[in-house]
């Protein structure tokens, strides 16, 4: 059992798998970190349903406090004593003072193997370059989109029938097997 576990702060826009599965995993004895609170900038992302579920506390936050409050919004992250913040499928970007204030402590799962791929509809476009492999990415959030120092990375084999929707259900399978482990593996190193 651990006793110190590690507060994370997880933020959504939406679905919310990769937030259950980090959810699953803090909840095994051995697991170094918890899930202290769950940030949407939507007010009907599926995710927040499952932080409720699982008591975990809540916070919708608008377009216009994303852009402004940044000094807020990390204040009451410092209050809570959150030791990362994990990005999980959301689609806002977070200023450079916020990113300065949690340097090295904000990650994001991407669901392509980068630098291959940044920003959106990346399974149409591994697709189409008729790749052999994708996959998912965990990395440091940075200034520029999707390119801050890589983590890890796990691949998936594209088969010659694939289509979008068959590649993105495998490549997510595996960022909900990823992020809990390399979040863990983050925290212990
Ligand atoms: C995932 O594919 C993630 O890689 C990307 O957004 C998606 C979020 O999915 N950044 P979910 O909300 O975790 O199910």
Do not use: W
Not at 25 to 33: G, L, M
Not at 154 to 162: E, G, T, Y
Request: hydrophobic share 40%; aromatic share 8%.
């Amino acid at each position: 059992m651990i006793k110190d576990k590690a507060n994370i702060a997880v933020f959504i826009s939406g679905r919310g798998t990769n937030l259950k599965a980090l959810i699953l995993r803090s909840k095994k004895k051995s697991c170094n970190y918890k899930i202290a609170y769950v940030i949407s900038n939507k007010k009907n992302a599926a995710g927040l349903k499952i932080a409720k579920k699982n008591k975990i506390l809540t916070k919708i936050i608008s377009q216009s406090f994303l852009k402004t409050e940044q000094k807020k919004l990390a204040k009451i992250l410092v209050n809570k004593d959150i030791k990362f913040v994990c990005l999980a499928g959301f689609m806002k970007i977070l200023s450079p003072y916020f990113l300065d204030f949690f340097k090295n402590k904000i990650i994001n799962i991407h669901p392509s193997l980068l630098p291959k791929y940044k920003g959106l509809n990346t399974h149409y476009r591994a697709l189409k370059a008729k790749e052999r492999f994708s996959g998912c990415t965990i990395h440091y959030v940075s200034k520029k989109l999707d390119s801050g120092k890589i983590i890890e990375k796990r691949k998936v084999k594209i088969f010659k029938k694939d289509t979008v929707e068959k590649l993105e259900k495998r490549v997510l399978k595996e960022e909900n097997k990823l992020y809990p482990l390399a979040l863990e593996r983050l925290i212990k190193s």
